[in-house]
């Protein structure tokens, strides 16, 4: 797939088939959408044209960045995650529009006329039911329909039946990975929920217990990390290796207080060296809770216990 960051840059094709939105989380109804596109894209046998925008566009309109609504903003998917994701439905060219505070206030028309006519040459547009774009979202399929022999495209609404029927929503999943539950957060993105980082150094004080962990810390401060608690996750190396493991999300109550959170992973028969390299881990179940325990001893045994449990998850048995 191309990843092209600037419409000045994008090659124009002149018969793209063509969908657009954040897509954030690219999760089962999303999936829908990107289905159709394939499938149009095949028939015609113009290439699949995906246009996203970088940043989130709540983080341009919304209210200032010290609100609490902004403050509580959180991202399923950074770029680098929702780009792969895309790949995998068979996007040919991903088209990257930054959003700022004057593409906001392009008009439904500037916005046709600029991006899917000039830039990306759109011989047709796949959208969702709901779909909208321009000033004050003032673009439509309605608009749209009536307009295409002027634009020269067609235009298909995936049914609102469609879309419905999986009853799935990004918000929906966010709220489902800030309480914990990631069964149905996986459920609705229809893949295991990613996390990636660079391990970096902490305490080091699992090395002394027995039970070494890589702390993981993310690099895009919007990446919405789950609920405070113990996990079984699948870890990617950046060598390609993937090793089922046991993660903790939290404060590590039982080591003192005021402790910063941190996310730790101990993978589970690896022997090596990870600091400085970027990990990935997806979430496959919650475990428990986070604990404090009466001293380091109750929380080895606890820790044997977490390991047994995720290998039943992630390997059964």
């Known amino acids: 797939m191309h990843i092209i960051h600037a419409p000045a840059q994008f090659p124009h094709l002149g018969n793209a088939v063509v969908t657009s939105g954040t897509f954030d989380g690219v999760h089962i109804g999303h999936q829908q959408i990107l289905r159709r596109l394939r499938e149009v894209a095949e028939h015609s046998g ?45 996007v040919d060219y991903l088209l990257v529009v930054p959003f700022t505070p004057e593409f906001a206030a392009w008009t439904s028309e500037e916005y046709i006329q600029n991006i899917l006519l000039r830039t990306v040459g759109t011989s047709k547009l796949v959208i969702g039911y709901d779909h909208r774009f321009g000033k004050n979202r003032e673009g439509g399929f309605d608009y749209l329909r009536q307009n295409a022999d002027r634009y020269g495209m067609s235009v298909e609404e995936i049914p609102r039946e469609d879309v419905d029927a999986v009853g799935v929503s990004s918000t929906r999943i966010r709220r489902a990975i800030e309480s914990g539950d990631i069964l149905t957060a996986n459920r609705y993105l229809g893949y295991s929920y990613p996390l990636t980082g660079t391990v970096v150094k902490g305490r080091q004080l699992g090395r002394t217990i027995g039970w070494p962990t890589a702390n993981i810390v993310c690099e895009e401060p919007l990446k919405l990390t789950p609920a405070r608690g113990v996990y079984a996750v699948m870890a990617t190396t950046a060598a390609g290796t993937h090793h089922p493991a046991m993660l903790n999300i939290g404060v590590r109550p039982t080591i003192g207080g005021d402790l ?27 475990l428990r ?29």
Do not use: C, N
Request: zero cysteines; a negative charge.
């Open 260 to 286: 910063a959170q941190t996310v730790e992973a101990h993978l589970l028969d690896f022997d090596g060296d990870l600091y400085d390299q970027p990990l990935t881990v997806e979430f496959v179940a919650r």
């Open 46 to 90: 113009g290439p699949a044209v995906v246009i996203t925008y970088w940043p989130h566009p709540r983080l341009v309109l919304g209210p200032p960045p010290s609100h609490p609504e902004m403050l509580a903003l959180r991202l399923l998917s950074t770029l680098e995650e929702r780009a792969a994701k895309l790949a995998e439905f068979g």
């Open 289 to 317: 809770d986070e604990q404090k325990f009466s001293g380091l001893d109750e929380l080895k045994a606890q820790l044997a216990l977490d390991a047994a449990d995720a290998r039943r998850h992630l390997i059964g048995g």
